[in-house]
């Protein structure tokens, strides 16, 4: 009816809920490890290797909210299509992890082994571009999809590798005693330096994922555009034919 006002789409609950869940969770991770064991901060620059992602998870928290909370319809099939690779790729990353935490494969036969789970995350991250971009004929819902699958992955991934500080702590310390970093650190208690070494990944981690699924997002969106564009140019031309 004419005058009747439009409801603009609520942002899909589901995806939201599960990143805020698991950046509670790593929190609620990191703090009880770290408790548990107080010589931590008896470490030269301790303190430091805690806050950072602390301050990188309340970093994502208003990421999550900022990208779920306006809705488009386009943008919610982004995040819909960015939701299910984020959730592929992240199973990919734990096997990765797990896997270089405990078969201690090295030199070309461990990357051989990683490469695979890795490279092939960031394929799915440029996937949920195209996949974003050709569905809505836009650019910018691909980068979405592209940037919220790279954020599902990796919050999975540090989540699991948090979670190997409560379970598997003796093998990360295990598989540090040789490590240049750990040996030149000046740090006098392996297990806090094990502490510090996930924390940092995770770090790492969290900074990279959504610059790298930004670029391979554009990427892929770029891809997808030109896809739907070929898509809709036979379109006519199939047409005719039919029609002729």
């Given at each position: 009816?004419?005058?009747?006002m439009?409801?603009?789409?609520?942002?899909?609950?589901?995806?939201?809920?599960?990143?805020?869940?698991?950046?509670?969770?790593?929190?609620?991770?990191?703090?009880?490890?770290?408790?548990?064991?107080?010589?931590?901060?008896?470490?030269?620059?301790?303190?430091?290797?805690?806050?950072?992602?602390?301050?990188?998870f309340?970093?994502?928290?208003?990421?999550?909210?900022?990208?779920?909370?306006?809705m488009?319809?386009?943008?919610?099939?982004?995040?819909?299509?960015?939701?299910?690779?984020?959730?592929?790729?992240?199973?990919?990353?734990?096997?990765?992890?797990?896997?270089?935490?405990?078969?201690?494969?090295?030199?070309?036969?461990?990357?051989?082994?990683?490469?695979?789970?890795?490279?092939?995350?960031?394929?799915?991250?440029?996937?949920?571009?195209?996949?974003?971009?050709?569905?809505?004929g836009?650019?910018?819902?691909?980068?979405?999809?592209a940037?919220?699958?790279?954020l599902?992955?990796?919050?999975?991934?540090?989540?699991?590798?948090?979670?190997?500080?409560?379970?598997?702590?003796?093998?990360?310390?295990?598989?540090?005693?040789?490590?240049?970093?750990?040996?030149?650190?000046?740090?006098?208690?392996l297990?806090?330096?094990?502490?510090?070494?996930?924390?940092?990944?995770?770090?790492?981690?969290?900074?990279a994922?959504?610059?790298?699924?930004?670029?391979?997002?554009?990427?892929?969106?770029v891809?997808?555009?030109?896809?739907?564009?070929?898509?809709?140019r036979?379109?006519?031309?199939?047409?005719?034919?039919?029609?002729?």
């Amino acid at each position: 009816m004419p005058g009747t006002m439009t409801a603009a789409p609520r942002a899909p609950a589901r995806p939201r809920y599960l990143a805020l869940a698991l950046i509670a969770l790593d929190l609620l991770l990191i703090g009880a490890r770290v408790l548990r064991y107080r010589p931590f901060f008896a470490q030269p620059g301790a303190l430091a290797y805690l806050l950072a992602p602390v301050a990188l998870f309340l970093a994502y928290v208003g990421l999550v909210l900022a990208i779920t909370t306006r809705m488009t319809p386009r943008w919610a099939s982004a995040l819909r299509t960015g939701t299910g690779l984020g959730l592929i790729t992240g199973a990919l990353w734990v096997i990765n992890l797990y896997g270089e935490t405990f078969t201690n494969l090295n030199g070309a036969l461990g990357l051989l082994s990683t490469a695979p789970f890795l490279l092939g995350g960031f394929a799915l991250w440029g996937v949920a571009g195209f996949l974003g971009a050709r569905r809505t004929g836009a650019l910018g819902p691909g980068i979405l999809a592209a940037v919220w699958c790279a954020l599902l992955c990796v919050l999975l991934t540090v989540t699991y590798g948090f979670l190997l500080l409560h379970t598997s702590l003796p093998q990360l310390e295990h598989n540090l005693l040789d490590d240049p970093d750990w040996l030149h650190s000046g740090w006098g208690d392996l297990r806090a330096f094990a502490l510090a070494n996930t924390l940092f990944a995770g770090c790492t981690h969290l900074l990279a994922a959504p610059l790298i699924g930004l670029l391979v997002g554009a990427s892929g969106g770029v891809c997808g555009l030109a896809s739907a564009s070929r898509g809709r140019r036979r379109a006519p031309a199939a047409r005719r034919i039919v029609d002729g």
